[in-house]
């Protein structure tokens, strides 16, 4: 029987906020255990929550972002569980009516194998604002397990899809695209490390081409696109052989463990019913009007797809540079600085996904922290168009500019002085040389007079060497080649 697998992202996306999402504690990352449970976070009597108006203003930008349904009035509800990380005994979410209704994110799907990579349609179904819980923390101290809080009451966006996609590739093609909007449009650091970022896959398989679904099992808190991708095959491959054998899949919540591959289920799965949910009676309904979504959209910048068109008509990028460029805001932005500050749009494309980006991800350093600027690579870009060097030595003065101390160090003029790098582009300095190279390879000129156009590119070469390389490539061709055919 041929199986096909369905699968549904959950992401807990923490929100770009300075305090909780119901009360003025800080909420910064690595703080000394319970530093930043407030009294509302702890549940003490009396306290009351009061909604963080800048996590409003991210659901809403989210919302916008993705052409959603953005409610003018959602409501808090109270998810009842019992958990020794969760002091209130519920956590405040919403249910019935999220912030955010459907939306769609539209993703990249790579080629794999004899697959070609296609385009499609993720259906978001709601993404609502909630409260994140606290930690449990075991192993601290032998033998036993503590709790900290700091993280109960920090605001997330759950943002929940349709089950629509078919293949681990696919949920992570979507799960990537999201956290590049989600940073692109500034409501989440996306640091998966640190959880700010976090999916919940749920997985199932049925008959290739029957519409009845099967049962599915939730696969949790994967912070990383490698165990995402890892865990869903793994899942995919067990059910799978579960049902093969005759066996019968169970509705349950599973934890993928990295070190073996594998998934294990740690309990049964709950249905909303189990939650108890209601209506928090702290809360007043959300009320968003058009004017807070005409204040937020004033706020919102250029989004990928905009961008990836304006790149390729502004300055005729192909789509695939352009597409490249704009999976990263930051990346987008580094290359429009190099482009006003003088550089080819197309050396500078060709340079920041390349050589830039590739020396970033051998340090796994974020554009950000690039030693090498915007301007400076715009320096080192101006001195290929004007022959001052060629493409070669530029790749060694680059080299030269990202080791370097500081900024003084990194003047692109001066290190090619330093190196001995300026491109000899004198016309007659050059046809001298090759005048040379042809006396002394009388054997190669009958060569390529005889066809063989291999003795070109040899005699070219040796032309190169009698430069140490400093000859201009294209100067030496053309010379070359109308000594050879005169």
Known sequence: MEWEVVIGLETHTQLQTNTKIFSGAAIKYGAEPNTQACEVSIALPGVLPVLNKQAVHCAIKFG??????????????????????LPKGYQISQFELPVVGKGAVTIQVPAVGKNAAYEKVINITRAHLEEDAGKSVHGAVEGMSG???????????????????????????????????????????GNMQEGSFRCDVNVSVRPKGTEKLGTRREIKNLNSFKFMQQAIEYETRW?????????????????????TGETRAMRSKEEAND???????DLLPLVITEADKALVLAEMPELPAAMKARFEAQYSLSAYDASALTTSRELADYFVAAVDA???????????????????????????????????????????????????A?????????????????????????????????????????????????????????????????????????SKGKANPAQVNDILKKKLTA
Not at 66 to 83: D, G, L
Not at 154 to 165: G, S
Not at 167 to 188: D, F, N, T
Not at 250 to 256: E, N, S, Y
Request: aromatic content about 6%; overall charge negative; some cysteine.
């Open 394 to 466: 530029a790749k060694q003065v680059f080299d030269a500019m990202w080791n370097a101390e500081g900024d003084a160090e990194r003047d692109v003029d001066a290190i090619i002085a330093a190196k001995g790098l300026k491109q000899e582009s004198d016309s007659g300095a050059i046809e001298a040389i090759i005048d040379e190279v042809l006396a002394a390879n009388a054997a190669m000129v009958e060569e390529f007079k005889a066809g063989k156009e291999k003795a070109f590119n040899a005699l070219v070469g040796q032309a190169m060497k009698a």
């Open 275 to 281: 939650y108890r949910y209601f209506p928090d009676p």
């Open 239 to 259: 059910q799978i052989e579960t049902l093969e054998d005759g066996g019968t899949i169970h509705q349950a919540t599973v934890l993928f463990n990295p070190d």
């Open 342 to 392: 003088g550089a080819d749009a197309k050396q500078a494309a060709n340079w920041a996904m390349g050589s830039v980006s590739a020396k970033l991800n051998s340090e796994d350093k974020p554009i950000s922290a690039s030693p090498v600027s915007a301007l400076q690579l715009a320096q080192l870009l101006k001195r290929i168009s004007d022959n001052t060097i060629s493409n070669n």
């Open 64 to 85: 916008l972002a993705i052409h959603a349904e953005i409610a003018p009035r959602s409501v808090f509800a109270r998810k009842n569980y019992f958990y020794p990380d």
């Open 147 to 189: 709790i900290d809080l700091n993280r109960a009451g920090t605001p997330l966006l759950e943002i929940v899809t349709e089950p629509d996609m078919r293949s681990a590739a696919e949920a992570v093609a979507y799960a990537k695209q999201l956290h590049e909007l989600v940073q692109w449009i500034g409501i989440c650091d």
